[in-house]
């Protein structure tokens, strides 16, 4: 018995005396990958340059017109009503109005926007109450007087305190409160708003109940400049 001999198919084979080659079918993957790479490359570098572009701007501005940080100081402090009464052997209810009215000056050529502020008022460190200064926009190269009015209801205090106070407040006409809080503003330029700038305000006062008046006063004040 005699085999038959297996033949091969080439890749080239021949019909009716001519070559037929087979070419493997082309993709291109390959060159969508690397076109879409590409321009994630050049928006990446775009938005980079306009980016930089926009803060040297900004630096160039800034420079220009060289922004101070906001001058606020407390101007005036008077007290419109003091009352104490007893609440027990130990301790006594003080009520009172006090109204402090600020400065702000705004020396820059530019606007400031002032957010909402805080201060806290309080006798030999106890918090006697807080008053709030709505925010407020102030035009360039201009004085502003803000007013505000902290209303003490009844805060509980030590006998011994509130001998204090009333000793103070009537027999010395003098009285040693400490105002704090912060103060937030930012800086408008070309409807741009700089970062934040916060001034610390630190003031310890004493005042004369008969006369409504501010009688001494020593402030500190703490701030970065933009």
Same mark, same amino acid.
Request: proline residues 5%; positive net charge; contains cysteine.
């Given at each position: 018995?005699?085999? %038959?001999?297996?033949?091969?198919?080439? @890749? @080239?084979?021949?019909?009716?005396?001519?070559?037929?080659? +087979? +070419?493997?079918?082309?993709?291109?993957?390959?060159?969508?990958?690397? &076109?879409?790479?590409?321009?994630?490359?050049?928006? #990446?570098?775009?938005?980079?340059?306009?980016?930089?572009?926009?803060?040297?701007?900004?630096?160039?501005?800034?420079? @220009?017109?060289?922004? %101070?940080?906001?001058? =606020?100081?407390?101007?005036?402090?008077?007290?419109? +009503?003091?009352?104490? &009464?007893?609440?027990?052997?130990?301790?006594?209810?003080?009520?009172?109005?006090? *109204?402090?009215? =600020?400065? &702000? @000056?705004? /020396?820059?050529? $530019?606007?400031? !926007?002032?957010?909402?502020?805080?201060?806290?008022?309080? +006798? *030999?460190?106890?918090?006697?109450?807080?008053?709030?200064?709505?925010? #407020?926009?102030?035009?360039?190269?201009?004085?502003?007087?803000?007013?505000? $009015?902290?209303?003490? /209801?009844?805060?509980?205090?030590?006998?011994?305190?509130?001998?204090?106070?009333?000793?103070?407040?009537?027999?010395? /006409?003098?009285?040693?409160?400490?105002? =704090?809080?912060?103060?937030?503003?930012?800086?408008?330029?070309?409807? #741009?708003?700089?970062?934040?700038?916060?001034?610390? $305000?630190?003031?310890?006062?004493?005042?004369?109940?008969?006369?409504?008046?501010?009688?001494? !006063?020593?402030?500190? #004040? /703490?701030?970065?400049?933009?």
């Amino acid at each position: 018995m005699t085999s %038959k001999p297996i033949t091969t198919t080439s @890749a @080239a084979a021949t019909t009716n005396g001519f070559h037929r080659h +087979y +070419y493997p079918p082309t993709t291109t993957k390959t060159t969508s990958s690397a &076109s879409f790479r590409g321009c994630c490359c050049c928006l #990446f570098l775009l938005f980079s340059f306009l980016a930089l572009l926009i803060i040297a701007v900004i630096l160039v501005i800034f420079l @220009a017109l060289k922004p %101070k940080k906001p001058e =606020f100081d407390l101007q005036q402090v008077g007290v419109q +009503y003091v009352g104490i &009464s007893p609440t027990t052997p130990s301790a006594a209810a003080v009520s009172l109005n006090i *109204r402090m009215i =600020f400065s &702000s @000056a705004n /020396d820059n050529k $530019v606007g400031i !926007k002032y957010r909402e502020s805080r201060f806290t008022i309080m +006798y *030999r460190g106890i918090p006697l109450g807080r008053g709030n200064i709505p925010g #407020f926009y102030q035009p360039a190269h201009s004085v502003r007087r803000i007013e505000t $009015v902290i209303a003490v /209801d009844r805060v509980s205090l030590l006998q011994a305190d509130a001998a204090d106070l009333v000793r103070d407040a009537s027999l010395n /006409d003098r009285v040693e409160l400490r105002v =704090f809080g912060d103060v937030g503003a930012k800086i408008r330029i070309l409807g #741009f708003t700089s970062p934040g700038v916060q001034v610390s $305000v630190d003031c310890r006062i004493a005042i004369s109940p008969r006369k409504q008046a501010l009688i001494n !006063k020593q402030c500190g #004040f /703490d701030g970065l400049s933009v």
